[in-house]
């Protein structure tokens, strides 16, 4: 165990959190140690802190980092390939891993700053891809039962940024994740960014390679690196509306931006957020990104509580001018 310990450079909106303890979690045997302290202190577990919001600059309670390593090929066959990831790899390791052995499934995902643990827990999604696409099941320690336990991915209730684990309780553990990934390459190009930037590039043989690099290009060119302006990639989920909602603000608003949803309508929350004149804002030492409104940035020294508070002014006024409420995709840890 430490105290008193800086997250600054664990969390990707650079916020100087001191943690009044904090215990780095390699093995299973600190797994154990982390169960001791179970209904007596209050635990966070963090992974990357790539989708972190840190509202207080104290944590009174255990930061436990999950830092675990490895990678294994549990089974294959002609189609399919079945691997087990420990939560604390990089994860975009494990989609070059994938894409340089040929394997399909996560290309779509690449860039994507997270831990490999963190993925399950938001469902991560970009570019026509989701996680739970690609999830067999996920390897899951009870701090509170002391024990091991499968998750199937039915078992995750997977939904748009979500599972069962991004509300639980605090003492379910994402220890491995088994993936099923593809060996014969079917290309995903239904977001139309990666669809035209793939057809400009006169490519007459498409990898799961060459998609993941793209996708890593376009990325860099919409999103800053949160190694030089903090941030956590999209602050907000775009949110569903009925039909019946969307057709009375389409007739306001005829170039609103929607996709269809088996819900109703997602509605693009960068473009609800440019029309209340965010783009590019600044207050201080927060603000919104010039290329990007869906991206809340740290421009210096910003503290947590500033950041929750422009966040929330985002949500009051995207609420007055639409009657829509938009809902963070952050962990907000206060």
């Not at 189609?79 to 070059?96: A, K, L």
């Not at 014969?184 to 190009?189: I, K, R």
């Not at 009375?248 to 996709?259: D, E, G, K, M, S």
Request: proline share 2%; aromatic share 12%.
């Amino acid at each position: 165990m430490e105290y008193n310990i800086s997250l600054k450079e664990m969390n990707s909106f650079h916020l100087d959190c001191k943690a009044e303890k904090f215990m780095r979690v390699k093995e299973e045997r600190d797994l154990e140690r982390l169960s001791e302290y179970y209904g007596k202190e209050k635990i966070y577990i963090l992974g990357s802190g790539s989708n972190t919001l840190f509202v207080k600059q104290h944590y009174d309670g255990i930061v436990a980092r999950i830092e675990n390593k490895g990678l294994r090929i549990i089974s294959e066959n002609g189609d399919n390939i079945t691997v087990e990831v420990s939560s604390g790899q990089v994860w975009n390791d494990f989609v070059e891993w994938a894409c340089e052995n040929n394997y399909s499934g996560v290309e779509n995902l690449a860039a994507v700053p997270s831990s490999v643990g963190a993925v399950p827990v938001q469902n991560i999604g970009a570019y026509g891809s989701e996680a739970k696409d690609v999830i067999d099941k996920v390897l899951v320690y009870d701090l509170e039962k002391k024990e091991f336990k499968y998750w199937t991915n039915e078992d995750c209730d997977f939904g748009y940024r979500y599972s069962k684990f991004k509300y639980q309780k605090g003492n379910l553990v994402i220890w491995k994740v088994v993936f099923k990934l593809q060996k014969h390459f079917v290309l995903n190009n239904s977001y139309k960014a990666l669809k035209d930037k793939l057809e400009s590039s006169n490519q007459t043989i498409i990898t799961p390679k060459l998609v993941a690099q793209t996708v890593t290009e376009i990325r860099n060119s919409k999103l800053p690196n949160p190694e030089i302006l903090g941030n956590v990639g999209s602050f907000f989920k775009n949110p569903i509306i009925t039909k019946e909602q969307f057709l009375r603000l389409q007739t306001l608003y005829p170039n609103i931006v929607a996709f269809d949803d088996e819900k109703g309508k997602k509605i693009s929350a960068g473009w609800l957020i440019e029309q209340c004149g965010y783009k590019g804002k600044r207050i201080g030492n927060v603000g919104v990104y010039e290329k990007q409104a869906l991206i809340v940035v740290n421009y210096s020294n910003a503290s947590g509580k500033e950041l929750l508070d422009f966040s929330n002014s985002i949500i009051e006024t995207v609420k007055d001018k639409f009657d829509i409420i938009l809902e963070p995709e952050v962990h907000i840890v206060k």
